[in-house]
């Protein structure tokens, strides 16, 4: 396809080029920042920036924080999960369980 028909194509849709490698980006964004094994460098590498500025930068237009607060709160959240888990299975309803059938000997 050429660059002409893509670039028609997408403004039958309404959309541009910049704005379909935009939103890619964030929403691959939001998904590396909760992977704590990927530094943020790492992930502006992945995502085509230069460096960690722009992809900072970027971010923040996104979410209105940076990504290292965004990884912060998630991991905050993801341990605060973990905190209230056992709590959780503690306060529920235990399951009744069905009452075993005693197996018959052949005698």
């Keep these: 396809m050429s660059e002409r028909t893509l670039s028609r194509k997408l403004a039958d849709e309404g959309a541009t080029y910049a704005q379909v490698v935009d939103q890619l980006r964030r929403s691959l964004a939001l998904q590396y ?22 992809f900072n930068h970027a971010f923040r237009r996104w979410t209105g924080g940076s990504p290292s607060t965004a990884r912060s709160e998630q991991v905050r959240a993801s341990e605060q999960l973990r905190a209230q888990s056992p709590r959780m299975a503690e306060a529920a309803p235990k399951a009744e369980r069905p009452a075993k059938r005693k197996q018959r000997r052949p005698g």
């Design 33 to 54: 920042v909760k992977e704590r094994s990927l530094s943020l460098s790492q992930i502006a590498w992945l995502l085509g920036y230069e460096g960690s500025t722009s």
